[in-house]
């Protein structure tokens, strides 16, 4: 039972407000240390933890006022100029801080935070006394765990073959309630909107062939890591709402002229009247489905105040100086994304100030100021967003990247031989890779860049790197804005048509049979001087090839760019998918309906060029889609 009974909504008001505050709060301290002698900014930092002191002790939270007092009396001693800020009272104030956050997850769980730890006590009382405080604890950041690879799980009624897969007719029998989707519930019922909808994800990765063994059900994650709520401007749902009051009168248009046209009535007039309002619904649903989504639409601001803190702790642990400047903070994301994109910015701030940033001796000794800089910085560009980690610090060495996955025998040496320096590069996200010959708390297991990729890659995105030795890195990532619509092309193969995710389209090229070419006894196109393999889509499906292809789309996967080969094209087209529940046919991201209501399979790329070279996952493949086709 919780020890909050009857104030269970006012706790997670204060929860949800104190925890915003409290962030910006810590965001706000790392730039005090930078300008001590900013009032300003000491004021809105003293009434942030005095708004928090104010809630606590509303709910009796007696530990939490006490810390917040002694907390708060050190912020007005240094406002009032009784005191001047240090390294190590800074130290202080971050560690109560922190200890703020963890009495904030306690009390989620409906449980009453015990007192503060006596030694930060002692060094609060100490730092209001004026004397040094007693050993400065400098907490390092928590490492972010690796998510588990998801497995897929059959039903229980459900019966498996052979190759632990439940059989195509039901993978087929699935799909039955894409086509027919449940009726909307009645007006008059209650809907809850608190819980934010997890939008679909869209590229359903299929379960590695290697885990054959007995399947276990994926862990959840806890909700109280994630947040169910989420804040929306009043003018967004005052749009919302005038579109759906406008998508109400045009409803009662057409129902009017349908009257009239089931009576009979097929004048010009009439069709031209029924012409205009199916154009002014097509209209107000386009508006409608872009406003609906800018309400999921979050600043990455509130992504990216966490991180100076993290920065600035594990500098200090590192005995380096490092200044994390953020750009573009107001750029908006898809609130969903926002908490998916968390572990691999974690990871990238904490490499760039670990492994990029040299220690303060050794970038004196390059000629460097004392001080690195790591830039985080996000711009929306066209329909997706950019977001780059960058510092000026040591660089990193291709052939030092691969002598080390060479020692590590994640490659060969004959792969070795044939990288350049960007395929160099791309090692660092193999699991297992690290440049450390120590493992420590912060880095050395070679877990970290692999979650990066693959958090990334479940985010329908891609990372860049790009490396001067001596100057720095980048390391850019590219993603849509929402994964509830996804851009498409859709191409067509042996009369089927498929979907392709348009961010890995770069072109569409006429593919003649003069300039196909065997090279290493693969089919290649030379393309602006760059030599591309050429892969047929109807092959890679498992089906035979009814006709030479004509067209191919030149790709570009995480790894590679290829041609794909295909038969004609549908068109480009904004596509919602579907998922497919409790299946994961190789190489299908998800389903989703054509103008005619016909199902049209949404393809994942990286999967279906990995399993296409296994013959019963392309048999598998063709099996269900040829069931899909019929």
Same mark, same amino acid.
């Given at each position: 039972?919780?020890?909050?009974?009857?104030?269970?909504?006012?706790?997670?008001?204060?929860?949800?407000?104190?925890?915003?505050?409290?962030?910006?709060?810590?965001?706000?301290?790392?730039?005090?240390?930078?300008?001590?002698?900013?009032?300003?900014?000491?004021?809105?930092?003293?009434?942030?933890?005095?708004?928090?002191?104010?809630?606590?002790?509303?709910?009796?939270?007696?530990?939490?006022?006490?810390?917040?007092?002694?907390?708060?009396?050190?912020?007005?001693?240094?406002?009032?100029?009784?005191?001047?800020?240090?390294?190590?009272?800074?130290?202080?104030?971050?560690?109560?801080?922190?200890?703020?956050?963890?009495?904030?997850?306690?009390?989620?769980?409906?449980?009453?935070?015990?007192?503060?730890?006596?030694?930060?006590?002692?060094?609060?009382?100490? +730092?209001?006394?004026?004397?040094? !405080?007693?050993? @400065?604890?400098? &907490?390092?950041? $928590?490492?972010? *765990? /690796? #998510?588990?690879? =998801?497995?897929?799980?059959?039903?229980?009624?459900?019966?498996?073959?052979?190759?632990?897969?439940?059989?195509?007719?039901?993978?087929?029998?699935?799909?039955?309630?894409?086509?027919?989707?449940?009726?909307?519930?009645?007006?008059?019922?209650? +809907?809850?909107?608190?819980?934010? !909808?997890?939008? @679909?994800?869209? &590229?359903?990765? $299929?379960?590695? *062939? /290697? #885990?054959?063994? =007995?399947?276990?059900?994926?862990?959840?994650?806890?909700?109280?890591?994630?947040?169910?709520?989420?804040?929306?401007?009043?003018?967004?749902?005052?749009?919302?709402?005038?579109?759906?009051?406008?998508?109400?009168?045009?409803?009662?248009?057409?129902?009017?002229?349908?009257?009239?046209?089931?009576?009979?009535?097929?004048?010009?007039?009439?069709?031209? *009247?029924?012409?205009?309002?199916?154009?002014?619904?097509?209209?107000?649903?386009?508006?409608?489905?872009?406003?609906?989504?800018?309400?999921?639409?979050?600043?990455?601001?509130?992504?990216?105040?966490?991180?100076?803190?993290?920065?600035?702790?594990?500098?200090?642990?590192?005995?380096?100086?490092?200044?994390?400047?953020?750009?573009?903070?107001?750029?908006?994301?898809?609130?969903?994304?926002?908490?998916?994109?968390?572990?691999?910015?974690?990871?990238?701030?904490?490499?760039?100030?670990?492994?990029?940033?040299?220690?303060?001796?050794?970038?004196?000794?390059?000629?460097?100021?004392?001080?690195?800089?790591?830039?985080?910085?996000?711009?929306?560009?066209?329909?997706?967003?950019?977001?780059?980690?960058?510092?000026?610090?040591?660089?990193?060495?291709?052939?030092?990247?691969?002598?080390?996955?060479?020692?590590?025998?994640?490659?060969?040496?004959?792969?070795?031989?044939?990288?350049?320096?960007?395929?160099?590069?791309?090692?660092?996200?193999?699991?297992?890779?690290?440049?450390?010959?120590?493992?420590?708390?912060?880095?050395?297991?070679?877990?970290?860049?692999?979650?990066?990729?693959?958090?990334?890659?479940?985010?329908?995105?891609?990372?860049?790197?790009?490396?001067?030795?001596?100057?720095?890195?980048?390391?850019?990532?590219?993603?849509?804005?929402?994964?509830?619509?996804?851009?498409?092309?859709?191409?067509?193969?042996?009369?089927?048509?498929?979907?392709?995710?348009?961010?890995?389209?770069?072109?569409?090229?006429?593919?003649?049979?003069?300039?196909?070419?065997?090279?290493?006894?693969?089919?290649?196109?030379?393309?602006?001087?760059?030599?591309?393999?050429?892969?047929?889509?109807?092959?890679?499906?498992?089906?035979?090839?009814?006709?030479?292809?004509?067209?191919?789309?030149?790709?570009?996967?995480?790894?590679?760019?290829?041609?794909?080969?295909?038969?004609?094209?549908?068109?480009?087209?904004?596509?919602?998918?579907?998922?497919?529940?409790?299946?994961?046919?190789?190489?299908?991201?998800?389903?989703?309906?054509?103008?005619?209501?016909?199902?049209?399979?949404?393809?994942?790329?990286?999967?279906?060029?990995?399993?296409?070279?296994?013959?019963?996952?392309?048999?598998?493949?063709?099996?269900?889609?040829?069931?899909?086709?019929?």
């Amino acid at each position: 039972m919780s020890e909050f009974s009857g104030m269970d909504d006012l706790l997670q008001d204060f929860l949800t407000e104190s925890t915003e505050l409290l962030s910006d709060v810590d965001s706000k301290l790392v730039e005090l240390e930078k300008r001590p002698d900013d009032k300003h900014l000491l004021n809105d930092i003293f009434r942030g933890f005095h708004t928090i002191k104010g809630g606590a002790g509303f709910l009796n939270v007696d530990a939490m006022v006490s810390l917040c007092h002694r907390t708060e009396n050190l912020f007005d001693k240094l406002r009032n100029g009784e005191m001047t800020l240090t390294p190590e009272i800074m130290d202080t104030i971050l560690s109560a801080t922190a200890t703020v956050q963890d009495m904030f997850v306690v009390m989620q769980q409906g449980r009453m935070p015990v007192a503060a730890n006596a030694g930060l006590l002692a060094s609060l009382d100490a +730092v209001l006394q004026g004397e040094v !405080p007693p050993a @400065p604890v400098i &907490a390092a950041p $928590a490492p972010v *765990a /690796a #998510a588990p690879a =998801p497995v897929a799980v059959a039903p229980a009624s459900t019966a498996a073959d052979a190759n632990g897969e439940p059989p195509w007719d039901v993978l087929y029998n699935a799909l039955l309630d894409i086509e027919n989707p449940p009726q909307v519930a009645d007006a008059n019922q209650e +809907v809850v909107i608190d819980d934010l !909808p997890a939008v @679909p994800a869209a &590229a359903v990765r $299929a379960a590695p *062939a /290697a #885990a054959k063994g =007995p399947a276990t059900m994926q862990q959840p994650m806890s909700q109280s890591s994630q947040e169910t709520t989420i804040r929306i401007d009043t003018v967004r749902l005052d749009q919302v709402l005038n579109l759906s009051g406008e998508i109400g009168l045009t409803k009662n248009r057409l129902t009017t002229l349908r009257t009239d046209i089931m009576a009979g009535k097929m004048d010009s007039v009439t069709l031209k *009247a029924l012409d205009e309002a199916i154009s002014q619904l097509d209209l107000l649903v386009g508006d409608l489905q872009n406003a609906v989504m800018k309400t999921r639409m979050q600043p990455i601001g509130r992504l990216f105040q966490k991180y100076p803190r993290l920065a600035r702790d594990l500098a200090r642990q590192l005995g380096k100086e490092v200044d994390l400047v953020l750009i573009g903070e107001e750029t908006e994301l898809d609130k969903t994304m926002l908490e998916d994109l968390n572990d691999p910015l974690v990871h990238l701030v904490r490499n760039a100030v670990d492994h990029g940033c040299e220690t303060m001796a050794e970038r004196t000794a390059a000629g460097k100021p004392a001080q690195a800089t790591v830039e985080l910085s996000a711009v929306q560009v066209g329909d997706h967003i950019q977001i780059e980690i960058t510092d000026n610090g040591r660089g990193m060495r291709p052939d030092v990247i691969r002598k080390k996955a060479l020692e590590k025998g994640l490659i060969d040496a004959e792969t070795a031989n044939s990288l350049d320096d960007k395929q160099c590069l791309q090692l660092i996200f193999m699991p297992g890779f690290s440049t450390k010959d120590q493992i420590s708390s912060i880095s050395g297991r070679g877990v970290g860049m692999d979650v990066v990729k693959t958090n990334i890659q479940k985010l329908n995105g891609r990372i860049d790197i790009q490396s001067v030795v001596g100057e720095g890195s980048r390391f850019t990532i590219t993603l849509p804005l929402t994964l509830a619509i996804l851009p498409v092309l859709v191409v067509r193969v042996c009369d089927q048509p498929f979907a392709v995710p348009l961010a890995m389209v770069r072109e569409i090229i006429p593919i003649k049979s003069e300039q196909v070419q065997e090279v290493s006894g693969r089919a290649t196109i030379v393309v602006r001087d760059e030599i591309l393999p050429v892969k047929s889509l109807a092959r890679l499906l498992g089906w035979q090839e009814t006709e030479v292809p004509s067209f191919g789309v030149l790709m570009t996967s995480a790894e590679h760019s290829f041609i794909l080969a295909v038969d004609s094209f549908v068109g480009r087209d904004d596509v919602v998918i579907k998922p497919l529940q409790n299946i994961h046919p190789h190489g299908v991201a998800g389903a989703t309906l054509s103008g005619d209501g016909s199902v049209v399979l949404v393809l994942d790329m990286e999967d279906l060029l990995h399993s296409g070279t296994s013959d019963n996952a392309a048999v598998r493949s063709s099996q269900f889609i040829e069931q899909i086709a019929a």
